[in-house]
């Protein structure tokens, strides 16, 4: 059996090793490193795969979050709603505009955040929500959608985990996570499912204007050369990235119906064990969901562990040769960076009891069936005793 890794990308890489190369060449024969044709065809072709009219490309994903909260215009001490559950790179850019996290605590199946406690955190200082598409999965943006046209805020989708991944609205129409909110942020640090070999990000947005000016705050807010019409910062992708993403992005589907396909063979080892819950995958999705569906291309497969020592088995599966994570050991709220006297425990019991229970196992393109079997194995016989 294969070395189990939690990500393969060098397994991912040999697969596309001479588009890769060929692509990387390119830049470095042309040396056009910054704002290179390799960056613009990979904007013009995640917009048609996306569907949306506006991808800006920028240097990382916590850079394209803070970009587009800049682009909205938030002020300091307006108040910004999201998930406690997630990962400290949401509410750190909140943070570092002076705008107000407000935390609230996310569904109990899903992980995404819930919408009742988006309704009850909302005051009139209250201008935006982060929704975030946890593990490659949306949340429920027509809902929240409506929140936002009933009380005026600006919606931001944190894509960072969803790239590739479909919202199902309760008519049946499909488009793409990303594109349903005013703007969306993405990342592309090389585990996510569209990864780089470095850092890299994106801002998608159907809005003229904002794109426009989210272009020059990306450009140290310039339009023209040496002319500063906006504050902006420094946040590009280089080419070299482009030309790595761009070589991948005919590959995504296939990528995520992997990921799925290594989903649904968890999903049948576990079926029988008590101790285990499997991801929920979105109501809109039909009971018999398959590797055809894109509802949830998971970036990663989270667990529940129910009645058994969490950390206990995450030492055993590293133990027996399987990486396996927490996301996340600390909520939020609990952080030292954000805690604050505003928070009342008995408002997370969700994220509170998650972040006990929660376990997540290598997923990636590269998955085989004996590498499965052996993790599912592995675990059952330390449930079972």
Same mark, same amino acid.
Request: hydrophobic share 40%; net charge negative; proline share 3%.
């Given at each position: 059996?294969?070395?189990?890794? *939690?990500?393969?990308?060098?397994?991912?890489?040999?697969?596309?090793?001479?588009?890769?190369?060929?692509?990387?060449?390119?830049?470095?024969?042309?040396?056009?490193? !910054? +704002?290179?044709?390799?960056?613009?065809?990979?904007?013009?072709?995640?917009?048609?795969?996306?569907?949306?009219?506006?991808? !800006?490309?920028?240097?990382?994903?916590?850079?394209?979050?803070?970009? #587009? *909260?800049?682009?909205?215009?938030?002020?300091?001490?307006?108040?910004?709603?999201?998930?406690?559950?997630?990962? #400290?790179?949401?509410?750190?850019?909140?943070?570092?505009?002076?705008?107000?996290?407000?935390?609230?605590?996310?569904?109990?199946?899903?992980?995404?955040?819930?919408?009742?406690?988006?309704?009850? %955190?909302?005051?009139?200082?209250?201008?935006?929500?982060?929704?975030?598409?946890?593990?490659?999965?949306?949340?429920?943006?027509?809902?929240? *959608?409506?929140?936002?046209?009933?009380?005026?805020?600006?919606?931001?989708?944190?894509?960072?985990? %969803? !790239?590739?991944?479909?919202?199902?609205?309760?008519?049946?129409?499909?488009?793409?996570?990303?594109?349903?909110?005013?703007? #969306? &942020?993405?990342?592309?640090?090389?585990?996510?499912?569209?990864?780089?070999?470095?850092?890299?990000?994106?801002?998608?947005?159907?809005?003229?204007?904002? #794109?426009?000016?989210?272009?020059?705050?990306?450009?140290?807010?310039?339009?023209?050369?040496?002319?500063?019409?906006?504050?902006?910062? +420094?946040?590009?992708?280089?080419?070299?990235? %482009?030309?790595?993403?761009?070589?991948?992005?005919?590959?995504?589907?296939?990528?995520?119906?992997?990921?799925?396909? %290594?989903?649904?063979?968890?999903?049948?080892?576990?079926?029988?064990?008590?101790?285990?819950?499997?991801?929920?995958?979105?109501?809109?999705?039909?009971?018999?969901?398959?590797?055809?569906?894109?509802?949830?291309?998971?970036?990663?497969?989270?667990?529940?562990?129910?009645?058994?020592?969490?950390?206990?088995?995450?030492?055993?599966?590293?133990? &027996?040769?399987?990486?396996?994570?927490?996301?996340?050991?600390?909520?939020?709220?609990?952080?030292?960076?954000?805690?604050?006297?505003?928070?009342?425990?008995?408002?997370?019991?969700?994220?509170?009891?998650?972040?006990?229970?929660?376990?997540?196992?290598?997923?990636?393109?590269?998955?085989?069936?004996?590498?499965?079997?052996?993790?599912?194995?592995?675990? !059952?016989?330390?449930?079972?005793?």
């Amino acid at each position: 059996m294969k070395k189990i890794q *939690m990500v393969d990308l060098k397994g991912q890489y040999s697969g596309i090793k001479d588009v890769v190369n060929t692509s990387i060449q390119e830049v470095i024969e042309n040396t056009a490193f !910054i +704002n290179g044709p390799k960056v613009h065809e990979f904007q013009k072709n995640l917009e048609q795969y996306l569907g949306v009219k506006h991808v !800006i490309p920028c240097a990382n994903g916590t850079d394209a979050l803070q970009i #587009a *909260m800049m682009g909205l215009g938030l002020k300091p001490g307006d108040e910004v709603i999201t998930a406690d559950f997630t990962f #400290a790179a949401t509410v750190e850019v909140i943070a570092l505009l002076q705008l107000t996290p407000v935390l609230v605590d996310v569904n109990e199946d899903d992980f995404n955040i819930n919408i009742e406690a988006i309704k009850q %955190a909302i005051t009139p200082k209250t201008k935006a929500i982060v929704p975030v598409h946890l593990f490659g999965q949306c949340a429920n943006m027509e809902a929240i *959608m409506e929140i936002a046209k009933e009380h005026d805020l600006f919606v931001i989708e944190d894509n960072a985990q %969803a !790239i590739g991944a479909s919202y199902a609205y309760k008519d049946g129409r499909k488009v793409k996570a990303g594109t349903i909110g005013h703007v #969306a &942020s993405t990342s592309f640090f090389p585990s996510k499912n569209l990864g780089c070999y470095g850092d890299g990000g994106a801002i998608f947005t159907n809005d003229d204007d904002l #794109a426009h000016t989210i272009r020059g705050i990306v450009n140290h807010g310039m339009y023209e050369r040496y002319h500063h019409d906006v504050v902006g910062v +420094n946040s590009r992708l280089d080419s070299i990235q %482009a030309a790595v993403l761009d070589a991948k992005l005919p590959h995504l589907d296939h990528y995520n119906r992997a990921r799925q396909a %290594a989903a649904i063979k968890y999903d049948k080892a576990f079926k029988n064990i008590d101790n285990v819950i499997t991801p929920k995958v979105s109501a809109t999705c039909s009971e018999d969901c398959d590797t055809s569906c894109q509802c949830h291309v998971f970036h990663q497969y989270t667990l529940k562990i129910k009645g058994v020592d969490r950390d206990a088995l995450a030492k055993h599966l590293n133990e &027996s040769g399987i990486p396996c994570g927490v996301y996340y050991p600390i909520p939020l709220h609990n952080q030292k960076a954000y805690q604050d006297e505003r928070y009342n425990e008995d408002d997370f019991k969700i994220t509170n009891q998650l972040v006990k229970e929660v376990i997540s196992l290598p997923m990636h393109t590269e998955l085989d069936d004996e590498q499965i079997e052996y993790i599912t194995s592995t675990i !059952i016989k330390f449930i079972n005793g």
